[in-house]
């Protein structure tokens, strides 16, 4: 029992430190599957000895039972919001108001605005006793097992611990793990979320703590409310002191001397807002000095030492004057907000998903409602609420359609899906969007076949399924309205080219549900043929990485339709040849090395570079994680350089990379 406890205490000791390096410096010691070990062997010596579990072991951040209902909280000191300023103009006003009360001798403490959700979190002794939401300021609910969940979020701080301390912070869902996310809750049927934000607030929310533990939040402190057992004089001092206790704070901030410094700041945020790993909506800006903090005070619900300078507006408001009904490749039924068209963050947007029927239903939407319009960053344009202080009663019902809009066929919903489908294989809005994915770019590469040429084959009867692609001659375009004869070869070359092809692009290209590139390429790299795959049982399916139950069985279910292996098979006669990515022998340099490219390479393009990574044995990933071996990277790199950077991923250059194959 002695050296059980010894060993316990260390373990859990070893695994706070490792948790500390690695969310917090951005500097692991130790690979992921030696801290799965430690954390493994914690588990194991817990079952045997429970007696000796702490509740602030590293075990214990995996989620409890669910509640029935969060407890309210009243904060020590109220969670204040801030005042906004939007041009420079406003800005020179802080400026001038602070400089005319402490003198041009003061600094500022500058951050990008997270968009999240504000949190507290309590420490007493180094422990965490409480994790509270906002609420009105005053009043919040009381989320710690959600909060303990949360990786970066420690249970216990590291030493000397003050007696207590109140931190203020921002709880963050990735965009990465935002879009993966939602892509699991489309497959699933569920409603998916509007933004990150939403996400993030949604998943706190939650009344089983399992549901927060199996999202990948994380949290930014940037602030305390109270502090009993030491003395801090500033801003910058206070989140070197949470840093040191093992808080994450944004490596992002700056210390500025005056307005100009903060103005390139919020350009230079801007300008990299698109390339952060979370949503921002500007800056903020707080006095250094605790001392004239206290000085400037507080005006009604905000401090002034503190302003929040926002970015230009991404989301705006504008009426509702119709919803049209779109039919997709898989025959869901997408409804599209028709908008009075509206500028938002630069950009007019006249149009913006609903997603399906519960999404309009939970919004309580009407024909002629003012409505809140969201962009932001690459997410299409959403709507977000409804005005309904402004509704006049002229507003009219939005009625879901019962018949398919495009061929006029039932419309179904599977129970358990939020999707409705349109069940016709043969509707024509069906087959010219599953032709436009079968011709794409990273599908069959049919270049110039794009919606218009699509169209014209469909209504003039010359293709019914992709297979009569390979069937068409220049003269049967010839006969199309206004086509010449250069761009009737042209079409015809194009197509013929597309007969040499790789394993991987036709998968995709066949516009089986739930299959993307990468899934694609994972299934093209195990199985290896054609007749493989189409012969693939789903537990056979199930044997390639990253393949779970829900993409086994749609594969199954496409391939079990006659009608599906039929049209492959018929492709395969027309000269339509897959090939799997050969390697070479004795070329297995990169065996178990995981790569992910970013940005635009030198001298090489992105399939290029991924043929000789799958040539010399190595993976390809869309995204980044700690699992990833290296980030090739090219000319404006995205977001994924801003994760490898914060997870420690080694990054190639083009040249470096070359001379790893060597």
Same mark, same amino acid.
């Given at each position: ?6 060993? *316990? ?52 951040? /995996? ?21 906004? #300023? ?7 006003? /802080? ?8 003198? !041009? ?9 997270? =968009? ?12 965490? #006793? ?7 300021? %005053? ?7 959600? #909060? ?37 809750? $489309? ?15 949604? !998943? ?35 989140? %070197? ?31 990299? &807002? ?14 250094? !000095? ?8 507080? /005006? ?5 030492? $503190? ?30 907000? /028709? ?24 919004? =309580? ?16 344009? =959403? ?50 969007? &599953? ?55 042209? *079409? ?66 496409? *391939? ?27 070329? =297995? ?11 635009? *390479? ?61």
């Amino acid at each position: 029992m002695s050296e059980a406890k010894k060993r *316990l205490s260390w373990l859990v000791e070893e695994l706070w430190k490792h948790g500390y390096q690695y969310y917090v410096l951005d500097q692991p010691e130790i690979s992921d599957e030696a801290y799965d070990t430690l954390f493994r062997e914690l588990v194991e010596l817990e079952e045997k000895h429970p007696e000796l579990r702490s509740a602030y072991s590293p075990t214990q951040k /995996v989620g409890g039972m669910p509640l029935k209902k969060f407890p309210k909280y009243k904060h020590r000191e109220p969670m204040l919001g801030l005042q906004n #300023v939007y041009t420079p103009e406003e800005l020179e006003a /802080v400026f001038d108001r602070w400089q005319e009360a402490l003198g !041009s001798a003061f600094s500022v403490v500058v951050e990008p605005k997270f =968009d999240g959700l504000a949190i507290e979190l309590v420490y007493e002794k180094g422990l965490l #006793v409480m994790a509270a939401t906002r609420g009105d300021g %005053e009043t919040g609910e009381d989320v710690t097992s959600n #909060v303990k969940t949360i990786r970066s979020v420690p249970l216990k701080l590291r030493e000397p611990a003050p007696a207590l301390l109140e931190v203020r912070g921002e709880i963050l869902l990735l965009k990465e793990d935002f879009r993966k996310l939602n892509h699991d809750r $489309a497959s699933k049927g569920e409603p998916v979320f509007a933004n990150p934000r939403n996400a993030a607030a949604g !998943s706190i929310r939650q009344l089983d703590p399992r549901v927060a533990s199996a999202r990948s939040l994380d949290l930014f402190c940037h602030g305390i409310g109270g502090i009993e057992g030491a003395v801090l004089e500033s801003q910058a001092q206070m989140l %070197e002191f949470l840093r040191d206790r093992g808080l994450k704070t944004n490596r992002l901030t700056k210390r500025c001397n005056n307005r100009a410094e903060v103005e390139k700041y919020y350009r230079d945020m801007e300008a990299r &807002r698109e390339t952060l790993p979370y949503e921002i909506d500007g800056v903020v800006l707080k006095i250094d !000095s605790f001392g004239a903090q206290r000085e400037l005070g507080f /005006v009604a619900r905000s401090p002034r030492w $503190a302003f929040a300078y926002k970015f230009a507006a991404q989301e705006g408001n504008t009426i509702l004057e119709d919803v049209h009904f779109q039919v997709g490749r898989t025959g869901a039924i997408t409804p599209v907000a /028709v908008l009075a068209p509206v500028s938002i963050g630069g950009v007019t947007v006249s149009r913006a998903g609903l997603h399906n029927e519960d999404q309009m239903r939970l919004l =309580d939407l009407k024909i002629g409602d003012t409505v809140v319009v969201k962009r932001a960053g690459d997410v299409i344009p =959403d709507v977000q609420s409804v005005v309904v202080a402004k509704r006049t009663g002229k507003e009219k019902p939005i009625r879901f359609p019962t018949k398919c809009p495009s061929c006029g066929g039932k419309v179904t919903r599977i129970e358990g899906e939020a999707a409705h489908r349109c069940a016709n294989i043969a509707c024509p809005a069906q087959i010219a969007e &599953r032709l436009r994915h079968f011709a794409s770019k990273r599908a069959m590469n049919i270049e110039g076949l794009g919606e218009k040429w699509i169209e014209m084959l469909l209504q003039h009867k010359l293709i019914e399924h992709y297979s009569d692609l390979y069937d068409l001659k220049a003269k049967d375009l010839l006969t199309l309205e206004r086509q010449g004869e250069r761009s009737a070869q042209k *079409l015809i070359q194009a197509i013929e080219a597309s007969k040499t092809t790789t394993l991987d692009r036709l998968i995709f290209a066949m516009g089986i549900r739930f299959v993307g590139e990468r899934t694609a390429e994972l299934l093209a790299d195990h199985l290896l043929t054609i007749e493989a795959f189409l012969e693939a049982t789903e537990a056979q399916l199930m044997e390639v990485e990253e393949v779970g139950e829900t993409v086994a069985t749609a594969i199954t279910a496409f *391939l079990s339709d006659k009608h599906n292996v039929s049209e492959v098979r018929r492709l395969l006669k027309k000269g339509v040849t897959p090939k799997a990515i050969e390697r070479s022998a004795g070329k =297995d340099t990169l065996q178990g090395a995981t790569f992910v490219i970013t940005g635009t *390479l030198p001298t090489l393009s992105r399939s290029q570079a991924e043929a000789m990574i799958k040539a010399h044995g190595g993976k390809i990933s869309g995204s980044v994680s700690k699992k990833t071996s290296y980030l090739l990277l090219g000319e404006s790199p995205g977001s994924k350089f801003e994760k490898a950077t914060s997870l420690g991923v080694k990054t190639l250059s083009e040249a470096e990379f070359r001379k790893l194959l060597e």
